[in-house]
């Protein structure tokens, strides 16, 4: 998996595109959208587990880190937020997890690859682009950030900073 | 559709997801421990997984070490051109000889950046949280998110 900054930012680079395509209320979903993007990353408390305590439940959560089994969670968490919100914060949760999918489908084969078509395939796909522990995932997404944050700051200024300059 | 009975079928479509996996995913991979508990079954089988270099002792152009796997433990015998050192995070493509006891490693790469790796993911989980608390607040009487706007 690239690094949980880069998915973050990526999640803060789709909510801003998507400001700018014309969905307004984009930004107010940054949070969701970011908690989308690192949703699949579950499957990591259970390496931890089995790290830490020798309890082996890795192939119980395999499906976490699939298309199927990430979206079905997804929806799940969705209706943990209040009525009135589940609509808007689905469809930011289902675009960060894709976003997640997709960075680890760059990933080198040997790291294993996403299991596609789980649970009808148990084959994994990876594009073998990128190592885990590179750092092009960052530098490629952050060139992505920079001219956005660039041209909200023209544009609105710091954000704890008012247009006209006066201060907080 | 009521939402406590959506919650209760996507929670049963995951469980049964889960299920599902720990049963047939086990039967296609293997664990170090199942490795070690059946070495007739393991002779001559691929493996690939991701460890630590442990008990390095190199010489005669071979590599001889402990691969460690969350916490698991297997001999590895490397003869390949990428030089390890102790402590080193690899990834490992080999052979199985469990019969002898040991994995023959043909390919492998060393995650030489793996502490940047879990450096960078700690900042993003601090942003993560600064985000997502800055927009929501649990509310702990209906169990669910609630915006601190609201």
């Known amino acids: 998996m690239p690094d949980w900054l880069t998915y973050v ?39 931890l587990m089995k790290t830490l305590t020798d309890v082996d439940l890795i192939a119980f959560s395999v499906p976490f880190a699939t298309p199927v089994g990430a979206m079905l969670v997804v929806g799940l968490f969705s209706l943990f937020f209040q009525r009135g919100e589940t609509r808007g914060v689905l469809p930011f949760m289902v675009a960060g997890t ?17 299991l596609l078509y789980f649970p009808l395939s148990f084959q994994q796909y990876s594009l073998g682009l990128i190592w885990s522990d590179s750092i092009l995932p960052l530098l490629i997404i952050g060139l992505c950030a920079l001219p956005l944050g660039i041209r909200r700051l023209a544009s609105e200024g710091l954000p704890w900073v008012s247009r006209s300059g006066g201060g907080l | 559709m009521n939402r406590l009975l959506m919650k209760a079928i996507l929670a049963a479509a995951i469980l049964s997801l889960c299920l599902y996996s720990q049963y047939e995913y ?38 001889n070490f402990t691969f460690t796997v969350m916490g698991d433990d ?8 990428v030089e390890i050192e102790e402590g080193d995070y690899v990834i490992v493509f080999g052979t199985l000889f469990m019969k002898q006891g040991y994995l023959l490693v043909e390919r492998l790469h060393i995650y030489r950046d793996i502490r940047r790796l879990y450096a960078l993911s700690v900042v993003g989980l601090v942003l993560f949280l600064a985000v997502f608390f800055r927009d929501w607040r649990l509310s702990l009487r209906e169990l669910e998110w609630r915006r601190r706007d609201a």
Request: hydrophobic share 45%; proline share 4%; net charge negative.
């Open chain 1, 9 to 47: 930012i990526s999640a803060w680079v789709l909510c801003e595109v998507a400001y700018l395509a014309g969905f307004r209320d984009a930004r107010r979903y940054i949070g969701a959208a970011a908690l989308g993007v690192v949703l699949p990353d579950l499957v990591k408390l259970f390496f």
């Open chain 2, 74 to 81: 297997i001999g590895a015998v490397y003869g390949g051109p």
């Open chain 1, 98 to 114: 894709a976003v997640h999918l997709v960075w680890d489908l760059t990933l080198h084969p040997y790291g294993g690859g996403t």
């Open chain 2, 26 to 63: 086990s039967r296609r991979h293997s664990s170090i421990d199942d490795v070690k508990e059946d070495p007739e079954r393991f002779e001559n089988v691929s493996f690939r997984s991701e460890g630590t270099v442990r008990d390095l002792v190199a010489g005669g152009g071979l590599a």
